[in-house]
């Protein structure tokens, strides 16, 4: 009897604690209920701008893959250590300085004068401010990191600190500040005009661009890239499975750029998302097509930068074109990218990624398309705004660049030796060997193949040389 009395008594208890706990709890009212709800949904939005964050520092990944992919094998440990120093650095130049000018307070629209060093964070205070911040630096982090593509393989690695901390800190936030400043504490001319660029098409993509158009002629083309008859010859990526792999951590990574760039949990990033992706695929295979009709081949590199090249274009008018206009968006871009790297192959500008056509050109195509393409109509005036914001980008960023690249060539020096060059920047500059059980060998003159890497097709002379060789 006392066992079977024991687990009721204990039944008891338990109810009149629940009861008892209960009664001291006040009734839920309207206000409550609405403090509740509302942080949940603040919960939410930190939740989804951090994952968002992680995944575009995930990118960080993809742009080393694909660069060291399109790049040849004795490069590969310079363009890790790059990727890894531009995120690192440029993350404290940007706590420091660059997160300040870009959302600190201004009253003139040109960039912000707080917020220098996290100090509008107090530990009493919003903590907003550091969700915000984390993922306002994996975009700085994307400028500064496009740039490294288009100087790959001649670039002294003291001068890729410097010039990346001088982008992190000031290209890259003052062009930010005009064009997003209010996102926070500031206000920007350009926005005040009413500038569409969601997600960084021309406020990301188009600096890293312009930046690495600037380096890339104050560099010069790598050793043996351009023929004194005008051939060009192909300078080929050692690795394409690396190169594709870190196209599609990319694509991935994407899905946090663009969709995160809410910084809210709602039902808005379901289409953003589906736009995002409709682009690349629209891009990667119109590039393919191009490519094929017009080297006879559906050449790799050139299909994997039209997927780029229809995320980079999308990026500005995600969340404010249709998923059908995405893909008309996707489809010039994939076309645009095969063009515009033949156009800087033949004016000798070496892209050995095509970092200049995939974020450069195809950032500022995406940035009128999301004026071309508005869901709330077709309007000049926004057109035109668009037009304006593409030229104050490329006024302001590729002469500073410009300036900047002298600057460092004429101080600390910003190419490496012809020696040096030829020897591999993994051994000169890093002591190291990315592939220490594996022969390197050097090709010369000869051409297997008529393709190069991410820049892709190098010229109709050398294809039709690298077809008789090697027939369809």
């Given amino acids: 009897m006392k066992k079977t009395l024991l687990p009721l008594l204990l039944i008891v208890l338990m109810v009149l604690s629940a009861s008892l ?15 509740a709800i509302e942080l949940v949904q ?23 893959m694909v660069e060291t992919g399109f790049t040849r094998a004795k490069n590969a440990v310079n363009i890790m250590m790059k990727n890894l120093m531009d995120f690192s650095i440029g993350s404290i130049a ?7 000018l ?40 994307t400028a500064a990191t496009i740039v490294s593509g288009a100087m790959a393989e001649r670039t002294k690695f003291t001068g890729y600190l410097i010039y990346s901390v001088v982008i992190s800190a000031v290209i890259y936030p003052i062009f930010g500040s005009w ?38 002629i104050v560099l010069g083309p790598r050793i043996g890239k351009y023929m004194k008859n005008g051939q060009i010859k192909p300078i080929l990526g050692h690795n394409m499975p690396l190169a594709a792999l870190g196209v599609f951590i990319l694509w991935l990574g994407w899905f946090g750029f663009n969709p995160g760039s809410t910084t809210t949990a709602d039902k808005s990033i379901a289409m953003i998302f589906v736009n995002t ?24 590199g050139m299909s994997l930068n039209g997927a780029l090249a229809g995320l980079v274009a999308i990026t500005a008018g995600c969340a404010n074109v249709s998923p059908s206009s995405s893909i008309v968006i996707g489809l010039i871009a994939g076309v645009l990218v095969v063009f515009s790297v033949l156009f800087f192959d033949k004016i000798r500008v070496d892209d050995p990624v095509g970092a200049i056509s995939v974020h450069g050109i195809n950032g500022a195509w995406g940035t009128l398309a999301a004026g071309l393409f508005d869901m709330g109509g077709f309007s000049m005036k926004v057109v035109g705004v668009q ?40 051994i000169t500059e890093h002591g190291g060997n990315a592939y220490p059980d594996f022969e390197v060998i050097s090709h010369g003159g000869m051409v297997s193949s008529g393709f190069s890497g991410g820049s892709g097709y190098e010229s109709e002379a050398v294809l039709k040389t690298a077809l008789a060789t090697n027939p369809k």
């Fill in 21 to 35: 706990a209960f009664a001291a709890d006040e009734a839920p009212t309207l206000e409550s209920n609405k403090n």
């Fill in 42 to 64: 603040t919960h939410a939005n930190y939740l989804w701008t951090l994952i968002a964050a992680a995944l575009v520092f995930f990118m960080q990944a993809g742009f080393a």
């Fill in 94 to 100: 940007f706590w420091a300085v660059g997160f300040g």
């Fill in 102 to 141: 870009m959302f600190g307070a201004n009253s003139t629209g040109w960039f912000g004068t707080t917020g220098f060093f996290l100090s509008d964070f107090t530990p009493n205070g919003d903590p907003w401010v550091l969700a915000f911040w984390m993922f306002q630096v994996v975009f700085a982090a």
């Fill in 179 to 216: 064009a997003w400043g209010s996102l926070l504490n500031g206000e920007g001319w350009l926005e005040g005009f009413g500038f569409i660029d969601f997600a960084g098409s021309t406020v990301v993509h188009s600096v890293g661009g312009w930046c690495a158009l600037a380096g890339a």
């Fill in 277 to 300: 992706n409709l682009a690349a695929a629209a891009g990667s295979i119109s590039a393919m097509l191009i490519s094929w009709i017009k080297f006879g081949k559906p050449e790799v």
């Fill in 387 to 426: 037009l304006l914001g593409i030229g104050a980008c490329f006024l302001w960023v590729f002469p500073i660049a410009f300036l900047m690249f002298k600057i460092v060539s004429a101080t600390i020096g910003l190419r490496v030796s012809p020696e040096e060059e030829r020897e591999g920047l993994d």
